[in-house]
Structure formats: C-alpha cells, structure tokens
C-alpha cells in the first residue's frame, strides 16, 4: 500500500492535521490508523476541556503565558508557548466551525471554568465531557473529506527507515528518513507495508506503564516506542503527570475515573478523611495549586497518615449546577454508592499524562526527515516539567495545524521510496502462554508504581532499572520467537517506554515540576534537558 500522507493515531492530534491537511490539499492521499475504533483515543477521555483566551475583558495572551511558565518550573520554551497561547484561540474557533459545541452561561455567552494553575477563567468545555465531544466532532468533519480515510483495528509495529533497506541506522546517523511504517491489520492478521511520503506520529500517551492510570487501556506507549526503536530524539521523559484526583477505587478496573480538575475550580476543597483542609499547607494556592504540588501533597498525606485516599469536598457547592456541569463524574459517584453532595468523595493521585516525547520542533518535525509528530506522543517545549491543565488539547490543535501548512508547502519535494522488504515471519509460531504477557504487564505496572511514581530516589530507580531488564531480556527473546500479535508488541512497547521514563529520571540529579527525588530534594540552579 502507499499513500502520500501516513497518520498513526486518530485522536485530536491526528484527526486534527489530518483534516486541515486534506483541506489544503485535495489532491493528496491521506490515511489515518487506529488500532483500535475511531472514537476510543485519549482525547475522547478528556473532561476538563480547552484553555485559550476568550475574554479579553478580564483575560490576556501575558497571563495565560506565564501561567504556562510557571507550571512549567523553568523548563518550557517560551518561544513555543507564546506560539500556542496566541494562535490556540483561532485554532478553537475552527473546531466550532466544524461542529464542536461548548457550554453557554445565562447570557449565551462560553461558560469559562477555572483550572489549577490557571489565574482566570479561560476553559472552554461541554459538561464534563469536552474530548468526547471534541472526537465527536472531527470524526464527523473527517467523515466528509473524500480524500481522508481512517482505518480502524490497523496497529502500526515499526517506522520504515533505512535500517529496512539493510543500512546501519544509529542515533547519530545524518540525515536519518522515514519511509512509513509496517502495519498488522487486526482483523485478518495480515502484515502490509504501508509506503509514505511524509509520515505523522500521533500516537498518543503511555499510562498503562503505571497500575492506576487515567488511560484507556490503548495507552501503551507505541508511538514513543516506535520513535524510540527508529532512533528518533527523545526528551524530558521523566515528566509524568498524576492527576490528583482520580475516584479511588482498588484493583476494580484499568482504567481509573478521572475527577475532573475543573471540579476544583468549581469550588472543591481538597480534605484529609477526617474533614480537614490541608493544600494550604502546601501550597498559598490550596486545592486550585498546580498538578504536581497538589499530586505530592495528597501522596505525602497517605504516607503521614496511612490512609488510603485523600478526599474531595463538593458538599457546599450547589446541587443543580454541579450535576449540570458535572453529570458524568456525579452519575459515577452515585454508581459507587457516594452523593457527592452530601458526603467526601475519596481520590488519589493516577497516571495521567507525558509532558515529554518525540522531540519535535515548532512546526512539528522530528529529527528524522520526512516525520512529523503531533500531540501527547510529543516534547514540544510548550508542558516543560510540568503541564499546565487543558493546555494539551490546545497545543494539538496549534500543532496539527502546523504540521499540516508544513506538509502541504513541502511534500511535492519529497518522493516515495521503494524497495522497501515485506515483514519477515519465518520461524516464528503462535505463543504458546498467554500468561507470560499478561503477568509481565502486571510485574511492569508494579515496578513503575513502586519505583518510578511520583516520588523517587536513586536507589528506587536502580531497582527498577534491573527489574527492566530482566522483563527486557525475557520479552525479546518471545518476541522473536512468536507471531506478531498487538498484545505482544503493547508488552515490549510498554516495557520500552517505562525503561526511558526511568532511564531519565536518573539522569536528572534535581527535583523539578513532576519529577521529585530524595536524594536531589532542591531544584538545580542550571536548566538541563535530558535527550534521549
């Protein structure tokens, strides 16, 4: 199969500079990959909604900047962030054009919630349900675009580079291209090389490399894993986000629920079980301070006081706005026997979201020619140590736009390569035990949770380094062995991923934004970046 322009991934990111793409150029063949539906991504899981600058009356392009900033703990690229910050709001504006809605106040007028870290309102939403709404919508526009397709249940296993055309591809090989990627169709287990001109990783995140994850189950970290294997930059892979709040509930699903931050811009107080307040403690801000303090504050109190959870007071708050804002998150309360209105809801920190990835420049590109990464998958220099909450679904939207002008200005240049070989199968055969997948996921998601969380030391991270590679070794070697099957790829990619996480974070001898450490407690005085 060729086509001009590969996407894998069709959540936001994905859809997004697909469909602005096939706008600018009709002529072009363009063909996005889900590995599983079209409308189960991350972005469908997104409940808070979009941050940009609507009210210019109380709002400005300087404060949402050095909010950004500051979350950022000294690590963003201002120059990307102004980028994001001014062009994001024209970026939404497209999006309603296509058919997103947003909540209205009384005077029909956008509803703006307030987020943690935020200094005014300026998040754009629909209930608590704002990335479903969003898919929703750039599902429905792609579905009108003649020369966009999306391919359901195709998995991409490996970018087509060089080192497929029998050269010694190493990170420090110039000029490094990319041809497009082999791909397993899931429905009928065929290996199909799909040849492209110009290639986007839109790959989404990695959750699933911790127990308790805001994630779906898709989040396994393919796109970085790829990137990672095709010797693509990386960087700032350290920088995992816990959301603080997710609805405690042991051991029950895979994927956690997600207590929206907007919650607590609603006016929910953080409390110890006992009824006691304890953010201002931590943090002047209190329960409206920035993920990463708030994750370490709740984490903190657990271990101080033993308990389980830490909770969420919505018990003051009015009853019918907070269902009408709120229905999905009071419904799941109600589910599990908790009225939010009248009693605590128990959270604890989750998995939540990468502020590092693929490094990318400000028009999306990666250090390999002709490969462009948008979305969670990415380090764009906007989230640096730490993400300031709704600006993800904002900076993909500015970056597949960009990505897609950059496309379509220089892809005539760019032919098709060929010769590119068919997938080897030779010598392998079906695993014979399920079981040795599904328990290495288990012993991953234990390792990272114990070792590499949201506190760490060296000695917990050297642990969890052998531990790797021990899973490593043993998930290679059934690898080569048997038939390429998603489950088997999501181990070794999942295991790849929570290897860079942990390889990073040893790397950074300081504490900043979402990576804290015992033994470097202070936050160095010199900015480093780690690259991997």
Known sequence: MTTDVLIIGSGIAGLSTGIKLATLRPDLKIDVLTKVNEHESNTSYAQGGVAAVWDHGTDTYEKHIADTLDAGAGLCDEHIVRIVVEEGPERVEEIIEWGTRFDLDQFEKYDLGREGGHSENRILHFKDLTGWEIQRALSAKADTLDNLVVHEHFFALDLLTQHHLGHIVTRLTANIECYGAYVLNKENWEISTIQARTTVLAAGGNGQIYRSTTNPVIATGDGIAMAHRAKVHLENMEFVQFHPTALYNPGIERQAFLVSEAVRGFGAILKRP???????????????????????????????????????????????????????????????????????????????????????????????????????????????????????????????????????????????????????????????????????????????????????????????????????????????????????????????????????????????????????????????????
């Open 274 to 532: 006992d009824g006691t307040e304890f953010m201002h403690e931590y943090d002047e801000r209190g329960s409206l301070a920035p993920r990463d303090i708030v994750a370490r504050a709740i984490d903190n109190e657990m271990k101080l006081t033993g308990a389980e959870f830490m909770c969420l007071d919505c018990t003051h708050l009015d009853r019918d706005k907070f269902i009408a804002h709120f229905p999905t998150i009071y419904e799941k309360c109600k589910e599990k026997g908790i009225d939010p209105m009248s009693q605590l809801i128990p959270v604890t920190p989750a998995c939540h979201y990468m502020c590092g990835g693929v490094q990318v420049d400000e028009f999306g590109r990666t250090s390999v020619n002709q490969l462009y990464a948008c979305g969670e998958c990415t380090s764009t220099g906007l989230h640096g140590a730490n993400r300031l909450a709704s600006n993800s679904l904002l900076e993909a939207l500015v970056f597949g736009h960009r990505i897609a002008h950059s496309i379509a200005a220089n892809i005539d240049n760019q032919p098709m390569q060929r010769g590119i070989p068919q997938w080897e199968r030779t010598g392998t055969t079906e695993p014979k035990e399920q079981v040795l997948i599904t328990q290495s996921i288990k012993e991953l998601k234990e390792v990272m949770s114990s070792y590499v969380g949201i506190v760490r030391s060296d000695k917990r991270l050297k642990r969890a380094k052998d531990r790797l590679d021990l899973l490593h070794d043993e998930t290679e070697e059934l690898y080569k062995s048997s038939l390429v099957s998603p489950q088997l790829c999501e181990l070794r990619n999942l295991i790849t991923v929570g290897y860079l996480v942990t390889k990073a974070a040893s790397l950074r001898k300081e504490s900043r934004g979402l990576h804290f450490t015992t033994d470097y407690p202070e936050r160095a005085d010199f900015v480093q970046y780690s690259v991997l």
